[in-house]
């Protein structure tokens, strides 16, 4: 499985980036470099590598957890006050300086498995951590490309209110010579020049759509200049369902590759090592446990004294064995234990949720296409209908067989149609590239 997800996260970050620019000299980006550039800059995806750097951490700090450790102290002290002679019995005030120094070191045998399990937990953790990066690059992969797609319909409503918008202003030429040749009322004009004032008007509201989603879009690479920022315009291939599986068959290709179920996984097994260790702590503990201590003594204005040697002499050493065999501990341990299986089952639901919500994601994407499809088809035919029933009314309005109202109406319906038409083409090629990314293939125009 491990595999698959790299395999995923692979061809998304180098599967069509051949390229390998992060900023196009010319302000044309492609779907693939703003992906790219966005999974190496977007600051939260960063933010959150950093919490797999500190699962890292923790994992390398419980394998070092089982070495012996190994720990000196010293100390020196001076003191004064009255002192009892050997000999004679008899107290005399002197002062006295005193100098310790040890090692000592102690290492577990035995512990309930406690710590090799506490190893295969951090480990665990750590790699969902990583799943959990990578699940937020693929969340952030497809948030690139819903914007992208967002801003190849705006482009095309624009080209195509500007196609009506040309086609409006001829007209008003035509109705000038019309009402010079008489044959036109100069009323007539007056409604197609304001027609063509509105057309101008919706122009500039969908430039100005356009505008915004390229800054959306901008602003999600975090680019400091985006003035120039555009996107290259693909020749989107030919929509069919020809490749579009259906939801059982992704759900069973994504189940075994998304980051996110994988994540999912991890963290119940992780669950399962807790459950493990808090097991662990029902047994006996062996320690074994070794130092070496000596001492220096020396009173004030004592002659001949010999520091090495006191140092020698007062030096000892010990090592030895500890067992610690819990009894009773206010079922502390026990009660762990349970703790630990309900969180079992809390990362067991949190994994059914997960599938869940994907098997749902993924239906939902599936007849979002279907339908998307079956209205691009009829959106298809609507088009080629109403531009037909336009081109006859526009012939009639040439001879005056129809009012401007007709004819407004006649190229407000035509332009519906457009719209509904667009809408569904890349409602069908952006559901169709999120099934594509869940079967493990890269997002590409």
């Known amino acids: 499985m491990q595999n698959k997800i790299f395999k995923v996260v692979l061809l998304l970050l180098c599967g069509a980036l051949s390229v390998g620019a992060q900023s196009p000299t010319d302000g044309s980006w492609t779907l693939e470099q703003c992906i790219e550039h966005a ?222 179920i994988a994540a999912a996984e991890l963290r119940l097994e992780s669950s399962q090592k807790q459950v493990d260790i808090a097991k662990g702590y029902l047994w006996p503990r062996l320690s074994l446990n070794m130092g070496w201590s000596t001492y220096v003594n020396r009173f004030k204005g004592q002659q001949n004294f010999d520091f090495s040697q006191s140092f020698s002499d007062n030096a000892s050493q010990y090592y030895g064995l500890s067992l610690n065999i819990p009894i009773f501990n206010g079922l502390s341990a026990r009660n762990n234990i349970k703790n630990a299986r309900i969180g079992v089952l809390n990362a067991q639901y949190s994994l059914e949720t997960e599938q869940q919500a994907l098997r749902k994601d993924i239906q939902q994407a599936v007849a979002d296409a279907q339908a998307a499809y079956r209205q691009f088809l009829a959106g298809e035919a609507a088009v080629d209908a109403y531009r037909e029933a336009f081109r006859y009314t526009e012939k009639r309005y040439e001879v005056g067989m129809v009012n401007v109202v007709d004819y407004q109406v006649s190229k407000t319906e035509l332009l519906n149609a457009e719209s509904d038409y667009l809408q569904a083409k890349y409602t069908f090629l952006l559901r169709s590239k999120i099934l594509d990314f869940y079967q493990g293939r890269p997002l590409v125009l």
């Open 39 to 260: 999974l190496t800059h977007n600051l939260s995806l960063k933010r959150q590598g950093l919490q797999a750097n500190q699962q890292e951490l923790q994992y390398k700090q419980t394998q070092l957890d089982r070495l012996p450790n190994l720990n000196a102290n010293s100390s020196f002290r001076t003191s004064s006050g009255s002192v009892r002679i050997e000999n004679t019995f008899e107290l005399v005030d002197v002062t006295t300086r005193d100098a310790n120094l040890g090692l000592s070191s102690s290492t577990a045998l035995f512990e309930g498995f406690t710590r090799r399990n506490a190893v295969k937990k951090a480990r665990t953790d750590f790699e969902a951590a990583r799943m959990d990066v990578e699940a937020a690059g693929n969340d952030l992969a497809l948030g690139i490309t819903a914007m992208y797609m967002q801003i190849l319909f705006d482009r095309e409503m624009l080209e195509t209110a500007r196609v009506q918008e040309e086609t409006v202003r001829m007209q008003v030429a035509q109705s000038e010579k019309m009402v010079a040749a008489g044959k036109l009322p100069e009323g007539a004009l007056l409604e197609m020049q304001a027609l063509a004032a509105r057309e101008s008007s919706s122009v500039i509201q969908l430039e100005n759509r356009l505008m915004l989603s390229l800054l959306d879009l901008a602003q999600a690479l975090d680019l400091e200049d985006v003035g120039a920022f555009d996107v290259l315009y693909p020749e989107v291939e030919e929509l069919s369902l020809e490749h579009l599986q259906d939801a059982s068959t992704v759900y069973t290709m994504a189940v075994g590759s998304l980051p996110r």
